[in-house]
């Protein structure tokens, strides 16, 4: 019988980094497979650290989350909600920013309008 290959220390970190930003964006394990072009055992496995993952996914997972690699592979133990959307916010292309800060901006007004109905 084959003994169980011991986890890699970074391959361990890794994984949590990236089942982090997956959470936060609000990706099953299934869904974040699927755009990523991944099975969902892979994407348990990386996450878990009983692989690595590879270079041409980790290139994939950053652009489904529009999140630098860097930014993965180094991931702070402070990075929140607003750091993550700041940081895509910062890789959307120029030409979508505009929409974008219409989006926002009536969203907000919403939720300040039901704040407001609260009271």
């Known amino acids: 019988m084959k003994p169980k290959p011991e986890k890699k220390d ?3 970190q890794i994984g949590e980094n990236i089942k982090a930003v997956r959470e936060q964006i609000g990706y099953t394990q299934e869904r974040f497979a699927e755009l990523v072009n991944v099975s969902s055992q892979y994407i ?3 996450e878990r650290g009983n692989v690595g993952v590879s ?3 980790l290139k994939k997972i950053a652009e489904v989350t529009s999140i630098s690699s860097d930014s993965i592979l180094m991931r702070k133990s402070d990075y929140n909600d607003v750091t993550l959307i700041m940081e895509q916010l910062q890789n959307v292309d120029p030409k979508y920013i505009t929409p974008l800060k219409i989006i926002i901006n009536k969203y907000l007004e919403a939720v300040s309008m039901s704040n407001q109905e609260k009271l």
């Open 10 to 12: 970074l391959n361990i």
């Open 44 to 46: 348990s496995d990386v």
């Open 55 to 57: 270079i041409a996914t």
